[in-house]
């Protein structure tokens, strides 16, 4: 038995009360200046990173704002939503500027690739769709699954598109072909989150049955993770081989990335006037650095948190 | 290496079988190969071969066919199905779907052929790669299931390593490859989607073609040797709709299902299932629409109230029980009170009697008449002993006399009954006994029996659909008035009505008729010939109430208005009559049947 890294436990820094419904997506920007969200009120906000404030809000979708993504090449955030829309927002003017039409229904989830210029989004209508970015067309149709795609991942290398459903698999796509390179039918329930390690060349699912962690290229199971039992939103994973896991039930778990133990389990508060049903974690982002922890809650409220810096390892202590 | 006898191979158990027959001409072998049959017809020795060549090709014979099973069309032996043998069969091919008898190719719908991996080992899972794609990844082993991390290998190996993310060349390698694809779709669509340019074919050059046909002579061809051909594109319209129409192709199969690397689900306890329940009200599958359900038709929905109620029958039981005890007792004190206030009842008539006795003798022996000889029953009894007697010197003042003293009696009972009641109960029936006993006012003429039925009954409850139960009308209903005073017959609408005549009468008259009439009537009539009194004349119709005239004084009354200037006989007369009616009153019962008895 392999023993635990040791990691700084968690604490809430900062409480945003901005978005007039769920928070149901963040998105980082690669400078770490500020981030974006994308909430159930139909509307896009940004945020200052250090600073929690307002910088803008961009509306236009007409149902929730389900993903949205900073484009690290390019001037543009991409979002989609409920409304079946996937828009591409010109951060120079703040204005729309592409609409990639094609979906059935309700988009969950959406992804850039990191060296094409293509976007990924999977939704409701149980496909996948690869979009070329500049010219607006739905290069593949990614379908195999038998339910809705609850979020989608993108990588440089093969398999390029991973993408959970709530059918419980996961599937790995061959992104040149356009077909299906292998099903993961491990779960036993439906996969509503996937994360991608920014290091290894692995990932994790998150269901209600427990978190897997799979290796990439063949997809080979790598470790479960049991403990947190609520069904899980949102899964994280920082360069320092820490997981995080947030439940619809407002509980975040803190996974060591290595050995799959659960070294902190909190209950986010929901802020005051909200119901305690009101608790629940949908999103979740670590900064581009990793230190600090950026949730989206069903209490309208970003939660913003950060390791405690008076904690000491107790290793180092006894070294 | 290792085989197990499967049914995709049956050649192996044909031989099997022979070499078991072959055991008594040929010396037995050193090495028994037990189960270390190959399943490859070449690895088996030649002279094995040759024998099974020679043995034909058939059924096993009758009554030694147990475990054995025909697969090919030659196990059938140019013969039907072997009904001992339970198993579906298809002697040459019959009823069988799809391909042929003997014919196993690798396409789909066809049996999968037997596959042995590079160490020989028999492949198994062909079956869940099947239909998929060589390059697609499909976890089929066990050891699929447990996770790296807890495979003893992997411990010792660098996870680093393993884990690392592809270097830089691969990923542009990647990326290239991907590019490419998908330029190549998109160009692909993107030519679809614009528009073709208007071709120029229309304007194209003619073609001409020299043409010589092979038939050559004076009959064909109009004798001629060759033909030129001109070839011109046929106009087209541009704006013609398209000919044909797209068809859309249904879609294919799905690929196979990939093997399922889970357990079965479990199936959820009851206290799961309870967990799970969602209200109908707010169910999005009960109530997709999402209206607010109000909370009495929750209630309602809910069966709450469908439940009944179950009430052991032994609460009825008992409550009978209960009640009968209770009767019974009831009546047991009722009983006894009863017994109790008929011996004191009786206890007090004797005594009552007693002093009746007593009395009575002391006031025939005040008033002398008594003798003491008589005894107490002759003295009550007196009257009817005298009545015995037929004595007709008894008269009628003894008669009255010994009414006057029963019913003094009569008076004296109730007046010693009144006193041994308590207050309460004798204020109350002094109460009563005031205003019940009205025989005096009806002596005196005061009350009087409700004349008119009419007046029975409460005016208000006229006109009134509802009832009495609809209560009366509102205060502040206007139906005091609503009516005439003395409506109806009764009224002076009958009376005072003005015929028509008259009224032509009193007016002067309207029309020439009723003036004519008028001016030609006797007036005088009357004075003439006197027919009796004006008032009593029986056919004369009377037009309103009998109008006296003031009399005439006459002599006598004039004598006695004179004698009676001031009224004073009339003041004697009324004085007289109102004593005489504040006497009656005053005296005690002026019938004594009448006096209500308590």
Not at chain 1, 102 to 108: D, K, R, W
Not at chain 2, 301 to 327: H, P, S, Y
Request: charged share 25%; net charge positive.
């Amino acid at each position: 038995m392999m023993r635990p890294e040791w990691h700084a436990p968690w604490k809430l820094m900062r409480v945003i009360s901005g978005h007039l419904g769920w928070v149901r997506c963040i998105s980082v920007e690669p400078g770490n200046k500020w981030f974006a969200t994308g909430a159930g009120d139909r509307t896009i906000k940004i945020w200052d990173l250090a600073s929690g404030n307002l910088k803008l809000t961009l509306t236009g979708h007409i149902s929730p704002v389900r993903g949205v993504a900073v484009s690290p090449r390019h001037p543009y955030l991409f979002s989609c939503g409920e409304d079946k829309m996937v828009k591409c927002w010109d951060l120079e003017y703040n204005k729309v500027i592409r609409h990639y039409h094609g979906h059935l229904s309700g988009i969950y989830s959406l992804a850039l690739h990191p060296v094409l210029d293509v976007l990924v989004t999977a939704g409701r209508d149980a496909t996948a769709r690869v979009w070329d970015m500049r010219t607006k067309q739905c290069v593949h149709v990614l379908s195999g699954h038998t339910g809705t795609i609850a979020d989608v991942k993108v990588q440089e290398a093969d398999p390029q598109v991973i993408t959970g459903s709530m059918d419980s698999t996961i599937r790995l796509w061959d992104l040149a072909a356009g077909k299906t390179m292998a099903t993961l039918t491990h779960h036993k329930k439906s996969v509503r989150a996937l994360a991608l390690h920014p290091t290894q060349f692995a990932f994790a699912s998150g269901s209600a049955d427990g978190i897997k962690q799979w290796k990439c290229p063949e997809g080979q199971l790598l470790q479960t993770c049991t403990g947190h039992r609520t069904i899980i939103n949102t899964l994280s994973v920082n360069a320092d081989g820490v997981l995080v896991s947030g439940g619809d039930n407002g509980s975040l778990s803190f996974w060591d990335w290595k050995t799959g133990h659960n070294f902190q389990s909190i209950a986010s508060q929901v802020q005051p006037g909200s119901l305690e049903s009101e608790a629940g974690i949908f999103t979740s982002s670590f900064d581009q650095t990793g230190l600090r922890l950026i949730t989206g809650e069903a209490d309208k409220t970003i939660k913003i948190w950060k390791e405690d810096d008076e904690a000491v390892s107790p290793y180092v202590a006894t070294v | 290496m290792k085989f197990k006898p499967t049914p995709l191979l049956p050649m192996a158990i044909c031989i099997v079988t022979t070499f078991g027959d072959s055991k008594c001409v040929l010396p037995k072998p050193k090495n028994v190969p037990v189960k270390e049959h190959s399943s490859r017809t070449e690895s088996v020795p030649s002279t094995l071969t040759a024998l099974s060549v020679t043995k034909p090709n058939g059924p096993p014979p009758y009554g030694r066919r147990k475990g054995w099973v025909p697969h090919t069309a030659e196990d059938f032996g140019d013969g039907g199905a072997f009904p001992e043998v339970h198993v579906t069969q298809y002697p040459i091919g019959l009823g069988r779907k799809g391909k042929a008898v003997a014919t196993r190719s690798t396409t789909t719908g066809a049996p999968l052929s037997l596959q042995v991996n590079a160490q020989g080992e028999v492949q198994y899972d062909a079956i869940a790669r099947q239909g998929h794609a060589a390059s697609q990844l499909v976890q089929t082993q066990f050891k699929d299931l447990v996770p790296l991390r807890d495979q003893a290998n992997f411990q010792s190996l660098d996870t680093d390593s393993l884990l690392e993310r592809p270097d830089s060349q691969t990923v542009r390698e990647t990326a290239e490859r991907t590019r490419a694809a998908l330029e190549k779709v998109t160009q692909s669509r993107i030519a679809a989607a614009q528009p073709k340019a208007v071709t120029n074919a229309t304007n194209k050059d003619p073609q001409y073609i020299r043409y010589t046909p092979n038939q050559q002579g004076g009959t064909y061809n109009s004798g001629s040797q060759q033909r030129i051909v001109r070839m011109v594109e046929m106009p087209v319209d541009p704006f013609e709709p398209q000919r044909f129409k797209h068809k859309k192709i249904p879609k294919g199969p799905p690929s196979p299902p990939a093997p399922i690397m889970h357990s079965p689900p479990r199936k959820p306890t009851a206290e799961e299932q309870e967990e799970w329940f969602v209200p109908p009200s707010i169910s999005n599958w009960k109530n997709a629409k999402g209206f607010t359900i109000p909370l009495d038709k929750r209630l309602a929905a809910d069966g709450r109230g469908l439940q009944e109620v179950q009430i052991n029958d032994n609460f009825a039981k008992f409550a009978d029980a209960l009640n009968a005890a209770d009767r019974h007792a009831r009546e047991g004190v009722r009983q006894r009170a009863l017994q109790q206030q008929r011996l004191a009842q009786k206890k007090k008539d004797e005594r009552d009697q007693h002093l009746r006795t007593l009395a009575q003798q002391a006031r025939e022996a005040r008033a002398g008449l008594v003798a003491a000889t008589e005894g107490d029953d002759a003295v009550l009894n007196g009257r009817s002993a005298r009545s015995e007697d037929g004595d007709t010197g008894e008269d009628e003042a003894y008669r009255k006399r010994e009414e006057m003293r029963q019913e003094r009696q009569r008076e004296r009972e109730r007046e010693a009954r009144l006193s041994h009641l308590s207050t309460s109960q004798r204020a109350k029936a002094m109460a009563r006994s005031e205003n019940r006993d009205i025989s005096e006012k009806v002596a005196l003429g005061l009350a009087k029996p409700t004349g008119s039925k009419e007046s029975m009954f409460d005016q208000r409850l006229f006109n009134m659909s509802e009832g009495l139960s609809s209560g009366f009308k509102g205060d502040d209903a206007y139906n005091l008035y609503d009516k005439p005073l003395f409506g109806g017959a009764s009224g002076s609408a009958g009376i005072y009505r003005p015929s028509r005549g008259t009224d032509s009468d009193a007016y002067g008259g309207g029309n020439a008729e009723a003036i004519t009439e008028m001016l030609q009537q006797d007036r005088f009539e009357h004075s003439s010939t006197f027919q009796g009194f004006k008032g009593a004349d029986a056919n004369r119709q009377s037009s309103g109430p009998v109008q006296f005239e003031k009399s005439q004084p006459t002599a006598y009354t004039a004598v006695k208005s004179t004698s009676d200037v001031f009224g004073l006989d009339q003041f004697m007369e009324q004085a007289k009559r109102l004593k005489r009616s504040s006497d009656a009153p005053a005296k005690p019962s002026g019938s004594p049947s009448k006096r209500p008895r308590d």
